[in-house]
């Protein structure tokens, strides 16, 4: 009989050290994998809410037979915020755009303030700039309001002609949401 209350209790015992031990290892691993999820799920969420689609571009050869810099590529792409978050021009100006030649594109340089002529004769680097080209009557100023319009205009230099070459465009906001297309210069 009182072995097996000696028994009884010393399985107890490992009972009770097992659950701990499993505990102790087991509980800080579901939750990290619950800090993953929702770190993971939130980002999802960020990237869905903060949604734009390219709805048309186009491109033209300018300055035929005039010197680096203002031969080249101009530019124009416009983008529609199909997500449901607003888009500050704070993370426009943060964006990386892409422009040029498909087979020779980089990374632009913002020309601030925006204005609505690219100076092609100042820089042989490639430039952009932005404007918002409706407004929804909702929300605030310096937003991308969510059905509004993004106009991005691109210059790319360039010595011969770049008519009917294929160009491409991407931008990319610092949320890591990116659009790009391809299209052919005239």
Do not use: C, H
């Not at 810099?69 to 888009?87: C, D, F, H, L, Y």
């Not at 943060?94 to 601030?112: C, E, H, I, K, Q």
């Not at 509004?148 to 294929?166: H, K, R």
């Amino acid at each position: 009989m009182a072995s097996e209350t000696f028994v009884s209790a010393m399985m107890l015992i490992t009972g009770v050290v097992a659950a701990s031990i499993l505990i102790v290892a087991v509980l800080p691993m579901i939750w990290g994998m619950v800090g993953t999820f929702s770190s993971a799920s939130a980002a999802t969420d960020r990237s869905m809410r903060t949604d734009f689609k390219i709805v048309t571009t186009y491109a033209k050869y300018t300055a035929v037979g005039l010197p680096p810099p203002q031969s080249g590529a101009a530019a124009t792409v416009w983008m529609k915020n199909v997500g449901t978050s607003r888009i500050g021009y704070k993370e426009i100006d943060a964006a990386d755009v892409y422009f040029g030649r498909s087979d020779n594109f980089g990374r632009g340089t913002l020309m601030s303030p925006n204005y609505s002529a690219l100076d092609k004769s100042s820089t042989t680097a490639i430039r952009w700039n932005f404007f918002i080209r409706e407004t929804t009557g909702v929300g605030t100023a310096g937003t991308w309001e969510p059905g509004e319009t993004l106009e991005v205009n691109a210059f790319f230099p360039y010595s011969s002609s770049l008519i009917g070459q294929p160009m491409y465009f991407q931008l990319t906001l610092p949320s890591g949401v990116s659009r790009s297309s391809e299209f052919t210069s005239s």
